[in-house]
């Protein structure tokens, strides 16, 4: 029932659980604004201590149900799954970290449990493999986009310079950020014929450069999505594996 969601008792513990989690995290926010906490500042600390309450039992009943409790515990839900109710505790002693229970907003990913998205299981892995095949060309693509900036920033600053708002090479540098990806805020300007025109440049660059990671991405999901569905090795966890694979080719393991 606690781990599971293919029983009705399982999946009305998660609807239960989701909504405790929904009214903590409001319980957590009415308390930030400072109208609603002076008229109901009391009742919304008892509420965050029962709800905590409930979330150190259900902690605790996930570690005693788990198949490897130590592989749940540090697993991606079960650090969550902690700091849902550590920080109220850490409250006590750190009053800032009282914040941060926010964060079990998080466990609502736990939603896809309840819709049985089943069917987008597979999309998911492919979206995700098809990051981490990206990683590597984006990172070399951000580090160019980092060299034009430092260049860019660096001449805007020799010619626009201190009277114009180009305080420094860094203060230039986040014009120039903030102009190549074309969001624009104009707190700083160029006022020069020669800083406009490097401007002018830079906008176009920009339009360029947006469509870079996207066509990244794009290229790599097409390519997981003809390899199919991705597989993964129970043994090692490699994945993805080749459409007419077998065997894993890290550990030989059969697929």
């Given at each position: 029932m606690i781990f599971g969601h293919?029983?009705?008792?399982?999946?009305?513990?998660?609807?239960?659980?989701?909504?405790?989690?929904?009214?903590?995290?409001?319980?957590?926010?009415?308390?930030?604004v400072r109208s609603v906490d002076q008229a109901y500042g009391f009742d919304l600390r008892v509420?965050?201590?029962?709800?905590?309450?409930?979330?150190?039992?259900?902690?605790?009943?996930?570690?005693?149900?788990?198949?490897?409790?130590?592989?749940?515990?540090?697993?991606?839900?079960?650090?969550?799954?902690?700091?849902?109710?550590?920080?109220?505790?850490?409250?006590?002693?750190?009053?800032?970290?009282?914040?941060?229970?926010?964060?079990?907003s998080l466990r609502l990913l736990r939603v896809f449990r309840i819709l049985k998205l089943t069917e987008y299981i597979g999309e998911a892995a492919v979206l995700r493999v098809a990051l981490q095949e990206s990683i590597r060309k984006?990172?070399?693509f951000l580090f160019a986009v980092l060299a034009i900036v430092i260049i860019v920033g660096a001449m805007m600053y020799q010619i626009e310079g201190e009277a114009n708002g180009f305080t420094s090479i860094p203060t230039a540098m986040y014009w120039a950020i903030v102009t190549v990806t074309t969001v624009g805020y104009g707190d700083i300007s160029p006022h020069t014929v020669l800083g406009r025109i490097l401007a002018s440049m830079l906008m176009i660059v920009g339009y360029g450069i947006i469509a870079v990671p996207t066509g990244i991405v794009t290229?790599?999901?097409?390519?997981?999505?003809?390899?199919?569905?991705?597989?993964?090795?129970?043994?090692?966890g490699l994945r993805p594996h080749d459409k007419d694979a077998v065997f894993c080719k890290r550990c030989g393991t059969r697929l």
């Open positions: 293919e029983t009705r008792a399982g999946r009305f513990y998660d609807v239960v659980l989701l909504t405790v989690i929904l009214l903590s995290v409001l319980t957590v926010l009415l308390e930030s509420a965050e201590w029962i709800f905590t309450s409930l979330f150190t039992i259900e902690y605790v009943a996930r570690l005693i149900c788990a198949r490897n409790a130590k592989h749940y515990a540090l697993s991606f839900f079960g650090i969550v799954d902690l700091l849902a109710f550590a920080p109220i505790y850490l409250s006590l002693f750190f009053r800032a970290a009282h914040s941060f229970t926010v964060v079990r984006i990172v070399v290229f790599e999901f097409a390519r997981a999505s003809a390899a199919g569905p991705v597989r993964v090795c129970s043994a090692c």
